[in-house]
């Protein structure tokens, strides 16, 4: 729990606002086909897991060289 506790962590997901926040988070994550966390898009480009530093460097990298 990265010494969270969870009752105040589940009272705050509760909250209206936040409530909206997390069901518009669902969808886009439901309109980009992400199953997986965590899961990066650049443009039309999807990352899903845990890559290196230097992984996601050159990802962006050329993603910027591409877009160019």
């Known amino acids: 729990t990265f ?3 969870r009752a105040t ?3 705050c997901m509760a909250a209206p606002e936040q409530e909206q926040v997390i069901n518009a988070h669902l ?3 439901t309109q980009e086909n992400v ?3 965590p ?3 650049l ?3 999807t990352l ?3 890559p290196t530093y230097a992984d996601v460097r050159a990802w962006i990298e050329t993603g910027i060289k591409q877009s160019r």
Do not use: N, P, Y
Request: net charge negative; charged share 15%.
């Open 3 to 5: 010494g969270m506790d």
């Open 39 to 41: 899961t990066f898009i």
């Open 43 to 45: 443009g039309d480009q």
């Open 48 to 50: 899903t897991g845990l």
């Open 35 to 37: 199953s997986l966390i």
């Open 27 to 29: 969808l886009l994550a």
């Open 9 to 11: 962590l589940e009272l």
